[in-house]
């Protein structure tokens, strides 16, 4: 019970966040005899989450966020994009505290949720958008670390994130050969400021 005794800050925030979203690999792998793919470009990503302090040395958080990355699906004789397309995590975490330096603490992210796919089929052209890009909802693993500058019942935060699911898409190429699409790494370098709220 000391930490919840002794720590002054809030025990409900409110944490608004701006950052960058990076995802990793290609939702569509290439294949043997096609050079068409499917991939996500970097994107600006909202935030807004609630956390709540506990007794323990750690919180818990739940957050939502939301970016509109362009998607760009090329072959060998053409390619297409659309901005009309957009990744929402929704994941609760446990906020586990390290070790600081005077107002400047450090934590650990650790949970999970759901990665949701929105895809406008619609704006794009070509095969592979037509057989591919579909709405889908994934279970997603969340890890990330950061730094905290607080003062008083507010606090500035910076931090990096990994979320990891599964696209469960399968795709063929011409001569037969298939392959499941890579595990998803999407990764999120974010700012935001964190206010107490009760």
Do not use: C
Request: proline letters at 6%; hydrophobic letters at 40%.
């Amino acid at each position: 019970m000391w930490w919840w005794t002794q720590n002054p800050a809030p025990r409900v925030s409110v944490i608004a966040t701006v950052g960058y979203l990076h995802p990793v690999q290609d939702l569509r792998p290439v294949l043997t005899g096609t050079t068409a793919g499917v991939r996500l470009e970097a994107a600006p990503q909202l935030g807004l989450a609630a956390q709540i302090r506990t007794p323990l040395p750690l919180d818990v958080r739940l957050g939502f966020s939301h970016a509109w990355p362009t998607m760009r699906v090329a072959s060998t004789s053409e390619e297409s994009s659309t901005n009309r397309s957009s990744v929402t995590f929704a994941v609760a975490d446990l906020v586990i505290h390290g070790p600081g330096l005077g107002a400047v603490t450090t934590h650990l992210l650790v949970g999970g949720g759901v990665k949701h796919y929105d895809f406008d089929q619609k704006a794009l052209s070509g095969g592979a958008a037509v057989d591919y890009a579909r709405d889908v909802t994934d279970p997603a693993l969340h890890l990330g670390l950061g730094a905290e500058f607080a003062f008083r019942r507010y606090g500035l935060l910076l931090e990096m994130s990994d979320y990891e699911s599964a696209f469960d898409r399968k795709t063929s190429g011409p001569d037969g050969s298939s392959a499941a699409a890579p595990q998803q790494h999407d990764l999120v370098i974010s700012a935001g400021v964190r206010i107490g709220i009760h």
